[in-house]
């Protein structure tokens, strides 16, 4: 169940380097090693990387 809460974040980024992780094609615990993501825990930064991952590697199909 989610519910409103006043607690700090455990996981703390930047929109773009958000947009990136939705976008999929990069982990977050790469990110975080270039100083887009911070966590206090790094267990809480492999657990966000787990979340983040996706099944299937971004493609375009469309060449320019």
């Known amino acids: 169940v989610c519910e409103p ?3 700090a974040a455990d ?3 930047d ?3 958000l947009g990136a992780l939705a976008l999929g094609g ?3 615990h790469t990110t975080a090693r270039a100083g887009r993501i911070t966590a ?3 267990a809480l930064l492999r657990r ?3 979340a983040c991952r996706a ?3 971004p493609h375009s199909g469309t060449s320019f």
Request: hydrophobic letters at 40%.
């Open 5 to 7: 809460t006043d607690a």
């Open 11 to 13: 996981v703390h980024t």
């Open 15 to 17: 929109v773009p380097a």
């Open 26 to 28: 990069v982990r977050a």
């Open 40 to 42: 206090d825990d790094p």
């Open 48 to 50: 966000f990387d787990a």
């Open 55 to 57: 099944d299937r590697e």
